[in-house]
């Protein structure tokens, strides 16, 4: 049974930043790829970034790109995503996702496992 449990959430000024984690458990990882998603109010989920379990492949939708950064922490079986100059459009639920081999790249169908989500609220 694997199991994703986020933390980190929480409401903050925009500029402001948050550390978002994901920790993983249930089974090895170390052929998983790492997603981080998002969805606003009355909006799609999106993709936001991804990391290789193993190899450290990184992927990142183009808003995020400079602000946000993905890493992971083997031994602890641990996913982060780091968010700097945070804004309101960044206001979302964010959910870890694990995909057994599969891509950086890969579409969110590829990820079989779901956390229940963290709030993160920027305010203006």
């Known amino acids: 049974q694997v199991l994703l449990v986020e933390s980190g959430g929480g409401l903050v000024q925009t500029g402001g930043s948050l550390r978002l984690s994901c920790a993983a458990s249930?089974?090895?990882?170390?052929?998983?790829?790492m997603g981080w998603f998002r969805r606003a109010p009355g909006k799609e989920r999106e993709f936001v970034a991804a990391?290789?379990?193993?190899?450290?492949?990184?992927n990142y939708r183009n808003s995020v790109k400079g602000r946000f950064t993905i890493s992971r922490d083997k031994a602890k079986n641990t996913v982060y995503l780091q968010m700097n100059s945070l804004n309101p459009e960044d206001t979302a639920v964010y959910y870890c996702?694990?995909?057994?081999?599969?891509?950086?790249?890969?579409?969110?169908?590829?990820?079989?496992?779901w956390g229940q989500g963290t709030q993160v609220t920027v305010s203006s």
């Open positions: 996702a694990a995909s057994q081999l599969g891509f950086v790249n890969g579409p969110p169908q590829q990820y079989a496992y």
């Open positions: 249930g089974r090895s990882f170390s052929n998983y790829v």
């Open positions: 990391i290789s379990w193993s190899g450290g492949s990184t």
